[in-house]
C-alpha cells in the first residue's frame, strides 16, 4: 500500500505525530511518504502516488489547516481513501459531505496507530476505504508499545524551531513520554478523548528517539506531553535515562501549576539533568476565572511556581488565555500586573495575550453550565461555539492584542516591546476621563526574579500556540503541481 501521510502544524517541531505513525506502518510492510505542510506542499505525483492519505490533528490550528487541505485533496482526488487521525480528529461534527463525496472517511482520536495501521491494512486486503455515508469515526484508547519514529522521512532539524539561549541557537527535538491527562480542566480538549487516562510511552523508546534526534543534531529536547508530571516516577525515570545518555543535552517541559508544587521535589534533580524551562497553563490571573475553568489552582499559587522554579534556575513559561465570557476589564490589567511581577516580561511569547477560550464541539465546558447563556451558533470554519463578553471593549481588544502579536512575530520584536504595545494597547481602551487605566508596572520581589536578562532567558524560536488562530499566512495551497515550487502558492 503506497500511505501519505500530511502534517499541517506541530507548533514548529519536526513532526512526531506524522514520523510516529510511519514507522508503524513501516513496519506493517507499507510504503510510506510524509509531507509536512508548514515547510512544504505536496506535489501532484506524490498524491496520484497515494492509496491511502491520511492526516495528523493533534490541535486546534492544525486541524483548521488539515480541514482545508482535506478539501484541497478531495476536490483533485474524489476517489482516495482520506483520513483525520490525532486529538482533535474525533473533537468536530463538521465533516459533512461534500459535492463529491464525504470529506473524510475516517477519524481515528486518542492512541490512533493500531486502528491507523488497521485502516490501511483493510484497504491492502481489498477495501475502498471509503466511507459514502459518512466518517466512520475510531476512539482508541488502548495500552500499546511504540517503536521508533521514521524521522528519516521528514525534512531535517535546522528547518525547525530552535532553542534559543544566551544569544546561541541549538536545533531541537520533540518526542512524548505519554499520552492524555490525569485532569479534566473544563475547556482543555485532552479530557474529552482520554477523560483523566494517561498512556505512558516506554522509556526504552524515548530514549530510542532522542538517540536518533541527538544523531540528527538536536542539542535540546522538548518532551510535548499534556503534563510530564502526570506520572511524576515515569518521568523521573525517562529524565534520569535520557540524562545518563547524553548528559550535554538540555530539555523543556509542559507542567500544570498544581504539579510544580506538589512535586516541588524533583526540581533539584531535573534542574541538573538539564532542564531550562517549563512550560505552565497559568491562563488567567483572576481566581474566579481560574475555578470556571477548574484549574485546580489559585493566582497565589501561580506566583509561588514561578517562585520554585526560579530557586532552582529553571525558567518558567506560562501560557495564558486571558480572554474569556468570565474575563473583566480588571482581569486584563492584573493578568499584565502579575507578568511584570513575576518577572515573567521576557517569558510571554506574545500571541499567548491574545488567546481566546476555544468552545469545540464536546467541550467539558458544554456540560457544566458554566457557558449557560454565553453561547452564540456553532462556526463551522472556526471549529466552535461563538461567544461574545459582555463587555464590548473586551473583543475589541482581544482583536488588537492579536494583531500586535502577528506584527511582533512578523517583525521578531523583544519581548518587552511587545509587551510595552499590549499594557499601552490596555490603557488606551479602558481608560475613562483621561484617568489611565492601569498604574505603573509592578517590581517583582527578589524571589522571583530570574537571574537572566529578558533577552537571554530559554526558549523556542516558534511563538505561535496550539489553540491560537491560524494566520492567513497559514492558510496556503498545499498541493501544487510537480513543476511548481515545493513551497506552494500563497492564497
Not at 459531505?97 to 481515528?108: A, M, N
Not at 473583543?395 to 520584536?413: H, K, L, T
Amino acid at each position: 500500500m503506497h500511505v501519505l501521510l500530511l502534517s499541517t502544524y506541530e507548533l514548529g517541531h519536526q513532526p512526531l505525530h506524522v514520523a510516529s505513525p510511519a514507522g508503524a506502518l513501516l513496519r506493517a510492510g507499507h510504503d510510506v511518504r510524509c509531507v509536512d505542510l508548514a515547510m512544504d506542499a505536496v506535489d501532484s505525483d506524490t498524491l496520484c502516488w497515494a492509496d491511502a492519505v491520511a492526516c495528523s490533528v493533534p490541535m486546534h490550528t492544525a486541524m483548521r489547516l488539515a480541514l482545508a487541505v482535506c478539501g484541497e485533496i478531495r476536490s483533485r482526488r474524489p476517489d482516495v481513501a482520506l483520513c483525520l487521525y490525532g486529538l482533535y480528529a474525533g473533537l468536530d461534527a463538521g465533516l459533512e459531505k461534500t459535492s463529491t463525496g464525504t470529506l473524510v472517511d475516517r477519524t481515528i482520536a486518542g492512541e490512533y496507530e493500531p486502528a491507523l495501521v488497521a485502516w490501511v491494512d483493510e484497504i491492502a486486503a481489498g477495501a475502498s476505504g471509503r466511507s459514502p455515508g459518512g466518517a466512520d469515526a475510531v476512539v482508541s484508547l488502548g495500552r500499546g508499545r511504540f517503536g521508533l519514529p521514521a524521522r528519516h522521512l521528514l525534512p531535517a532539524l535546522d528547518r525547525y524551531a530552535r532553542l534559543a539561549v544566551s544569544g546561541e541557537l541549538r536545533l531541537a527535538g520533540y518526542v512524548e513520554a505519554s499520552h492524555g491527562c490525569a485532569h479534566r480542566c473544563k475547556h482543555c480538549p485532552v479530557p474529552v478523548v482520554y477523560d483523566g487516562r494517561t498512556r505512558l510511552v516506554g522509556e526504552d523508546a524515548v530514549v530510542a528517539d532522542v538517540a536518533q534526534l541527538v544523531e540528527l543534531g538536536a542539542r535540546h529536547i522538548t518532551f510535548g506531553d499534556p503534563d510530564f508530571l502526570n506520572g511524576p516516577h515515569h518521568a523521573v525515570r525517562v529524565v534520569s535515562a535520557v540524562h545518563s545518555a547524553f548528559p550535554e543535552l538540555s530539555f523543556d517541559v509542559t507542567v500544570k501549576v498544581e504539579h510544580i508544587l506538589r512535586h516541588g521535589d524533583v526540581w533539584p534533580a531535573l534542574a541538573r539533568a538539564g532542564c531550562l524551562f517549563v512550560v505552565s497553563a497559568f491562563e488567567s490571573a483572576s481566581d474566579e476565572v481560574l475555578r470556571q475553568l477548574d484549574k485546580g489552582h489559585t493566582v497565589a499559587d501561580e506566583i509561588e511556581a514561578v517562585a520554585v522554579l526560579r530557586a532552582v534556575g529553571t525558567e518558567p513559561r506560562p501560557s495564558l488565555m486571558p480572554f474569556t465570557p468570565w474575563t473583566s476589564a480588571k482581569d486584563i490589567g492584573a493578568l499584565l500586573d502579575l507578568v511584570s511581577y513575576c518577572d515573567l516580561v521576557g517569558n510571554v511569547d506574545p500571541v499567548h495575550y491574545s488567546i481566546r477560550l476555544l468552545v469545540p464541539p464536546g467541550s467539558l465546558l458544554m456540560t457544566s453550565g458554566a457557558l449557560d447563556g454565553h453561547l452564540g451558533p456553532y462556526d463551522a470554519e472556526g471549529l466552535g461555539w461563538t461567544w461574545e463578553s459582555d463587555d464590548p471593549r473586551l473583543d475589541a481588544v482581544q482583536r488588537e492584542f492579536a494583531a500586535i502579536a502577528e506584527r511582533a512575530g512578523n517583525d521578531s520584536w523583544p519581548a518587552a516591546r511587545s509587551y510595552e504595545a499590549v499594557r499601552a494597547a490596555t490603557d488606551t481602551a479602558f481608560s475613562t476621563d483621561g484617568a489611565p487605566f492601569l498604574g505603573p508596572a509592578p517590581v517583582a520581589e527578589a524571589r522571583l526574579r530570574s537571574a537572566l536578562a529578558a533577552d537571554q532567558r530559554p526558549r523556542l524560536t516558534e511563538a505561535w500556540f496550539c489553540c491560537a488562530e491560524p494566520t492567513d499566512a497559514q492558510f496556503r495551497t498545499f498541493v501544487v503541481d510537480a513543476a511548481t515550487s515545493p513551497a506552494g502558492v500563497e492564497r
